[in-house]
C-alpha cells in the first residue's frame, strides 16, 4: 500500500494531542498504531494534498467489500466525534485506517461477525479541496 499523506497543518495538530494524551490512551494498540503511521507518514502542504486523500474533517462513502453495504462517515478530532452523526474519532480504528489513504484504497477494521474490508468508493468532501485550511 502506498505511503499515507498528510497535510502538515493536520500533522501539527495531532502530533500535539499525542503529546497530550492521558497515559491511559498512550498504552493503548491504537496510540501505538496511530503514533507509528503518522511517524511514517508523507507530510504536505495543505495546498498540494491531492483532493483524493482523506484528511482531517473529511467525508468519505465506503463499501464493504463482502456484504456489499455503503456506508459514509467523516473523520473528526476526538472532541468533534458523535457515533449518531457517523463523525468518527481519528484515534479509532477506523480513523486510524482512513486518515491518510485515498480514493480506491482498501482498508479494515473489526465488525460484528469478523473483519470488514472497506473500500473508499469516494471522498464527498475534503476542507483543501474547496479552500478551508483551518478546520
Known amino acids: 500500500m502506498n505511503k499515507r499523506q498528510i ?3 493536520d500533522y ?12 491511559e490512551f498512550r498504552n493503548s494498540d491504537i496510540f501505538k498504531k496511530f503514533s507509528t503511521e ?7 502542504p495543505q495546498k498540494k ?27 473528526t478530532y476526538p472532541k468533534e466525534a458523535n457515533a449518531n452523526e457517523r463523525r468518527i474519532s481519528v484515534f479509532s480504528l477506523i480513523g486510524v485506517e482512513l486518515l491518510g489513504r485515498k480514493l480506491g484504497d482498501t ?29
Do not use: H
Open 7 to 9: 497535510t502538515d497543518y
Open 12 to 23: 501539527k495538530r495531532l502530533d500535539a494531542l499525542l503529546k497530550e494524551a492521558p497515559v
Open 38 to 44: 503518522l511517524s511514517s507518514a508523507q507530510i504536505l
Open 49 to 75: 494534498i491531492s483532493k483524493s486523500v482523506v484528511t482531517m474533517n473529511t467525508r468519505v462513502r465506503l463499501i464493504e467489500l463482502t456484504s456489499k453495504k455503503k456506508i459514509e462517515v467523516t473523520i
Open 107 to 135: 482498508v479494515s477494521w473489526a465488525i460484528p461477525g469478523g473483519m470488514g474490508r472497506f473500500e473508499i468508493m469516494e471522498v464527498t468532501f475534503q476542507p483543501e479541496s474547496v479552500g478551508n485550511y483551518d478546520l
